[in-house]
């Protein structure tokens, strides 16, 4: 119980942060906007084939996006060596890997209420307010499945000039399952699931979430430990 | 029965060294610091002083030798150690965007402790930012950041305290409201360790002093006569 009210502080305490420094969550969903507008300009004005990728185009901005979001998280708790001071608490890292990832989530959740709607309009899809509902779900479960690998790598780069150039490179291979998993089961929102192949994609996706969560729990002390 | 039955050590080390790729900067340091005793650890830059609070405060492990906290083993019982220290170090932990308070409120919660609003803003009152309770801390001058990181000391109620440079930074009303805690810790039973350059005053209100040299122990006795073989090995 007492790791719980400690995650809970430490999301509060990242949310927190994060809205006093907005600029980054703004930085990040212009970033994502653009994307979304560079990738319509690359299949150029064909409708159909605009709505075929919106899928592919809406989970890969939502992958950028949060490369950048989760790099920055890292180097708000290096700063000042803040994340040696909670190390001091006699907190367990596996809650300090809970608190991030939650706050992480959040973040990208955050990102969900504007994507989506310019994605819809620029690549000429329109859908009814159930199937949103069912994008906007999607949405979670991909955010939960990057940001539970994504908050690990960060902290294992945090500590290197390099990181904005290693994490994604870490990064954008371990995530493939969910990658796939969200385009597939984004595109059958899209453009309907006539052969009910939601489930199974639904499924791995979070199989594969739980698996991340459990994974990078475990292994997040080691990445947070100096050098030994 | 033996000592560690009765009270045991609050550091204990034997041999202990820390080695970063081929150097070692630390080696062979044996140490023995009772409740309650304050002892000073003095040195030239490099000599090893940051090294040692930090092995001792469990974010390095020892590349040789062993080291007890309280008769504990930091590498096996990390959580029980974590309660028994408090280390202030060079950087402050603190967070640009929280104010003064919330950081107190943050380090609170995680701490288990539920401590009231009004136990918090005496806390700041103790060190003057009281008014500037819901300032942010990016708005903090040097001094103002360390006397919220000293706050540590007292929110944590520690058993062993571990101060790296305590004195700097701070205005002389900081240093001699540290000064003033340092001795307090000492009523109370709470071991100080701290490393400091400011050896006027240090050697005033440590029991004890360590000479490091090279990460290595050059000399150790009462504190008092520190500055004199210093002036020797000059």
């Known amino acids: 119980m007492r790791a719980l009210g400690q995650i809970a502080t430490l999301v509060r305490k990242d949310l927190l942060v994060e809205w006093r420094g907005r600029a980054r969550l703004f930085s990040v969903l212009l970033f994502g906007a653009v994307t979304l507008l560079l990738f319509s300009f690359a299949v150029g004005p064909d409708s159909l084939a605009l709505r075929a990728a919106a899928a592919g185009f809406l989970v890969l901005a939502l992958l950028l996006s949060s490369t950048m979001g989760l790099s920055e998280s890292f180097r708000v708790e290096q700063e000042q060596r803040a994340l040696e001071g909670l190390l001091l608490l006699p907190v367990e890292p596996v809650a300090l890997f809970y608190g991030k990832a939650l706050a992480n989530t959040v973040f990208l959740l955050l990102l969900a209420p504007i994507l989506i709607p310019v994605a819809l309009v620029l690549y000429a899809v329109e859908l009814e307010a159930a199937r949103i509902l069912g994008l906007l779900g999607l949405w979670a479960l991909a955010a939960a499945g990057l940001s539970a690998p994504g908050t690990l790598y960060a902290a294992m780069t945090s500590r290197l000039q390099s990181q904005d150039v290693l994490l994604p490179l870490l990064l954008f291979p371990l995530v493939v399952p969910v990658l796939m998993a969200s385009v597939k089961s984004a595109d059958l929102i899209l453009t309907g699931d006539p052969m009910a192949q939601m489930r199974s994609w639904l499924v791995l996706l979070i199989g594969f979430d739980v698996i991340y969560w459990s994974l990078c729990g475990v292994l997040f002390p080691y990445a947070v430990q100096e050098a030994q | ?234």
């Open chain 2, 1 to 234: 029965m033996t000592r560690d039955d009765a009270r045991p050590l609050a550091v204990r080390t034997l041999g202990l060294g820390r080695r970063f790729g081929r150097h070692w900067a630390l080696a062979h340091v044996d140490l023995a610091v009772e409740p309650g005793e304050i002892l000073l650890l003095a040195g030239p830059n490099g000599s090893g002083k940051t090294t040692l609070l930090r092995l001792l405060a469990g974010l390095y492990r020892p590349s040789a030798g062993s080291l007890a906290i309280f008769g504990l083993d930091p590498a096996k019982e990390r959580l029980a150690c974590r309660r028994a220290l408090t280390l202030v170090s060079h950087d402050s932990y603190l967070y640009d965007r929280l104010t003064a308070y919330e950081t107190l409120a943050v380090w609170a919660r995680l701490l288990g402790r539920p401590a009231g609003e009004d136990e918090l803003v005496g806390l700041l009152a103790e060190v003057e930012l009281a008014e500037r309770r819901d300032l942010q801390v990016k708005g903090f001058s040097a001094g103002m950041r360390k006397r919220l990181t000293l706050l540590r000391t007292r929110l944590e109620r520690p058993r062993l305290v571990l101060l790296d440079e305590p004195f700097s930074a701070l205005d002389p009303g900081g240093r001699r409201m540290v000064e003033g805690w340092i001795e307090r810790f000492r009523d109370e039973g709470i071991a100080v360790l701290m490393a400091s350059h400011a050896l006027e005053r240090t050697t005033r209100i440590a029991d004890r002093a360590l000479l490091l040299e090279r990460g290595q122990i050059a000399w150790q006795g009462a504190a008092a006569e520190l500055p004199a073989r210093m002036e020797r090995s000059r």
